[in-house]
């Protein structure tokens, strides 16, 4: 009997394809923990507040994305705020 289209798997792309995908620009607030710097609840936060910079530019708009070779780094009162910060 022949397998339904519905649940056929297309092959997985090598190469050139998968090294695109690996550089596709993500959500910058995934990024943000993918770093480490923050949770992703944190960096909306830090980013709604204008605290997140991309290669030296203010990002304030929730669901920008960045490119995976961006530069970027938290202002000081976001650093801060993360420093008063206890684990218990």
Same mark, same amino acid.
């Given at each position: 009997?022949p397998e339904h289209?519905?649940?056929?798997?297309?092959?997985?792309?090598?190469?050139?394809?998968?090294?695109?995908?690996a550089d596709a620009?993500?959500?910058?607030?995934?990024?943000?923990?993918?770093?480490?710097?923050?949770? *992703?609840?944190? +960096? &909306?936060?830090? !980013?709604?507040?204008?605290?997140?910079?991309?290669?030296? /530019?203010?990002?304030?708009q929730l669901g920008? *994305?960045?490119? +995976? &070779?961006?530069? !970027?780094?938290?202002?000081?009162?976001?650093?801060?705020? /993360?420093?008063?910060?206890?684990?218990?």
């Open positions: 009997m289209p519905v649940f056929r798997r297309a092959p997985r792309p090598a190469g050139a394809a998968a090294t695109a995908a620009p993500v959500r910058l607030n995934k990024r943000l923990a993918e770093l480490g710097l923050c949770s *992703r609840r944190e +960096a &909306d936060v830090y !980013i709604e507040r204008g605290l997140v910079f991309v290669d030296g /530019q203010r990002v304030t920008t *994305r960045a490119a +995976a &070779d961006a530069v !970027i780094t938290l202002a000081p009162e976001a650093r801060a705020t /993360q420093a008063r910060q206890a684990t218990i």
